[in-house]
């Protein structure tokens, strides 16, 4: 986080007196400030009222979420959109959700996904929050899946009653095919509740693959060793550890072993030329150590084998339309 500048923000009269406040601008997301891509932090939040803060977000064009931080004064009555560990984690596994309900944020491949991972987690309970005009769809989808008894799609949520659902669930999820910044696996992340979510660019900014939560290519076969792997965590969680979540060595090539399994499935020689030299960067090779998580997880295993991965690929381009 970078902190440039402190300014000063200045409310509209309010009876004989007009509000000054003191803030930070922090450019949290990019090593340059951008507009929109910046937070906004109110040193002292007395007085200031939700439309006030709304009012500073749209006339300073901060990002989505504007941290209003009080001084440490019981009486300061600003309305604070603080996330922070607290409270009591649900007694079932729970995953949250959290954004509008519209097709980028795929909601129904969330609902599958979790449809198998209840397979294996009888318990499992899930919250999609949000409000959008797929809501039907999704109550439709939600009801073909047999979940309407434990995914729960409650709309709009406040600010309190999303802080309470962070801090119940055992983990976020987002399904995303884009996003610009992942806030809710922030704000998740700042209730200590890690993230599970799609290796896209604002995904891969907010989540440490492995430490913070688990990224995952929704839609191939690989995410369904991932959900094994997270169900076998659900079952029996443990506070604080780290796993490598990986292919591991058995699932591990160079680029040539690879161009042997590929004509294995095309029976086709790959055409390629090959340069005994480094090319400038590279690095050691390197694979996932799964002795961990396979000592105290034993009954989870890969589920699709680096065989299965490439004949996935050499499958998904004959489909691929001929131009």
């Not at 007694?91 to 909601?107: M, N, Q, S, Y």
């Not at 995303?176 to 910044?181: A, L, M, T, V, Y």
């Amino acid at each position: 986080m970078r902190v440039p500048q402190t300014k000063l923000w200045t409310s509209e009269p309010t009876g004989t007196r007009e509000l000054v406040r003191e803030f930070l601008i922090a450019d949290v997301f990019t090593d340059t400030p951008l507009e929109g891509n910046q937070l906004g932090i109110f040193l002292d939040g007395r007085g200031l009222s939700h439309d006030m803060m709304l009012k500073a977000t749209r006339e300073m064009n901060f990002a989505e979420t504007v941290f209003f931080l009080p001084p440490d004064d019981p009486k300061a009555d600003a309305h604070v959109r603080i996330f922070t560990p607290g409270g009591k984690r649900s007694a079932e596994p729970l995953v949250v959700a959290v954004g509008r309900l519209v097709p980028v944020k795929r909601f129904d491949l969330l609902i599958d996904a979790l449809a198998l991972v209840r397979r294996h987690v009888p318990g499992l309970r899930a919250v999609i929050a949000g409000e959008g005009y797929e809501r039907a769809r999704l109550e439709a989808h939600r009801r073909a899946a047999g979940a309407e008894g434990w995914i729960d799609l409650p709309g709009y949520m406040d600010d309190a009653a999303l802080l309470d659902t962070y801090r119940r669930a055992w983990v976020l999820a987002s399904t995303s095919q884009r996003e610009g910044w992942g806030m809710t696996i922030s704000e998740a992340g700042a209730c200590a509740t890690p993230a599970v979510a799609t290796r896209i660019a604002g995904h891969r900014d907010a989540v440490e693959d492995g430490v913070s939560g688990l990224l995952v290519d929704l839609g191939s076969r690989r995410a369904g060793s991932r959900s094994g792997g997270v169900a076998a965590f659900a079952e029996a969680p443990r506070a604080g550890e780290v796993y490598n979540l990986g292919g591991g060595k058995a699932n591990s090539t160079s680029i040539l072993e690879a161009f042997k399994i590929t004509e294995s499935f095309t029976g086709r020689a790959q055409v390629y030329t090959y340069v005994d030299q480094n090319r400038i960067g590279d690095h050691i090779c390197y694979y996932s150590d799964l002795r961990k998580i396979r000592s105290q997880y034993p009954k989870w295993n890969i589920t699709q084998s680096l065989q299965d991965t490439i004949a996935q690929i050499v499958e998904s381009w004959r489909r691929r339309p001929r131009v």
